[in-house]
């Protein structure tokens, strides 16, 4: 099947960047671009594109027909810690846009779906330690929850529907490209834009808080791999955990400060803490890695050197 493409959400962190890449691969007139509001200007500028509410069934499935749409990727969602402070916000546009993609896959519309879960779906009383693929899964956060009822949704339309559903867990994103939006792992990407402009960073997670990150070449490198991999190798139609590195912020300013000898870093840990304290520390993606061949490139020095070089150079661009 040739992938006629729907990007939703597709000015977001992980949006923008994935649109780019399957325009490269598939080529832009296979490739639909679709956010609420034209707030990425190089995504809206750079081919087809159209302004869409995920939330709008009547809409998304006239946009679906236009185009003759084969294959959506859903990544308009509310994070976690915007998530917390308008909750029924985030569990409507996070589960109506599912429940209306996999509608319109159970329809026949469409014949392939990407769904983002995350490693929200864990909780509390999940072993923190590479946390396997299958273990308790308490979510504490409203973010969490859509997530993990989103994935035993995508298993059902998968088992009862037949829809082909692919989705992975993802860690925190860190990109120089754009901005995540309302997460507890963005202080992994604030850390560097602070480190070049201001020299310091204050950190809203304590010192040894140790979170799973993943670069996001390498997270975008599974999305299409997940999505490029034959049907009879997904045999999870859930989730699969995805993993690369884990670090603490302590350990992010020590690598900065291989570059950047005079970087300095204090704490402030505010409300996002507890949802952090409440996540894996390491995943275990065994499961991925077997299944369709996932492997990840970048470590922590390597994502630093990346970070570092691509944001002075945007600044010098800027200046
Ligand atoms: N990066 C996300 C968040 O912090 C986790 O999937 O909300």
Same mark, same amino acid.
């Given at each position: ?29 296979? @490739? ?6 034209? &707030? ?31 294959? @959506? ?19 409507? %546009? ?8 996999? $509608? ?6 469409? /014949? ?8 929200? @779906? +864990? ?23 859509? /997530? ?9 339309? +998968?088992?009862?529907? $037949?829809?082909?559903?692919?989705? =992975? ?7 120089? /490209? ?10 992994? @990407? ?51 955990? %995805? ?19 005079? +970087? ?38 390597? =994502?630093? &050197? ?14």
């Amino acid at each position: 099947m040739n992938p006629k493409i729907l990007i939703i959400g597709a000015c977001g962190q992980i949006g923008s960047e994935l649109t780019t890449k399957l325009r490269h691969i598939y080529g832009d007139n296979q @490739v639909v671009a679709s956010d609420i509001s034209y &707030n990425n200007l190089d995504i809206v500028n750079s081919g087809l594109f159209e302004i869409l509410d995920a939330q709008d069934y009547a809409s998304l499935k006239i946009c679906i027909e236009k185009y003759e749409i084969n294959t @959506v990727y859903l990544m308009a969602a509310m994070l976690s810690a915007t998530g917390e402070k308008y909750p029924m916000k985030a569990w409507d %546009l996070n589960m109506n846009s599912l429940f209306h993609v996999l $509608n319109l896959a159970k329809e026949g519309f469409i /014949k392939k779906v990407f769904w983002p879960s995350s490693i929200a @779906v +864990f909780g509390p009383t999940t072993p923190k330690v590479n946390t396997p693929q299958y273990t308790v899964m308490e979510p504490s956060t409203v973010y969490g929850i859509t /997530k993990q009822v989103g994935e035993r949704w995508c298993e059902y339309y +998968f088992n009862k529907y $037949n829809v082909d559903v692919r989705s =992975i867990r993802y860690p925190g994103i860190i990109s120089h /490209k754009t901005l995540p939006g309302g997460g507890t792992t963005d202080y992994a @990407v604030d850390i560097y834009h602070k480190a070049l402009s201001d020299g310091h960073y204050e950190c809203f997670l304590t010192e040894e808080t140790e979170l799973p990150m993943m670069f996001m070449d390498d997270a975008i490198k599974a999305t299409v791999d997940i999505m490029q991999a034959p049907t009879e190798s997904i045999k999870i139609r859930s989730a699969y955990n %995805l993993a690369a590195i884990s670090f603490t912020p302590r350990e992010v300013a020590e690598s900065i400060k291989k570059q950047l000898s005079d +970087f300095t870093i204090s704490y402030a840990p505010d409300f996002r803490q507890d949802i952090a304290d409440s996540w894996p520390k390491s995943i275990d993606d065994n499961e991925a890695r077997k299944h369709w061949n996932w492997s990840h490139e970048f470590d922590l020095d390597a =994502i630093t &050197n990346e970070m570092l070089t691509n944001l002075e150079k945007k600044t010098l661009q800027n200046s």
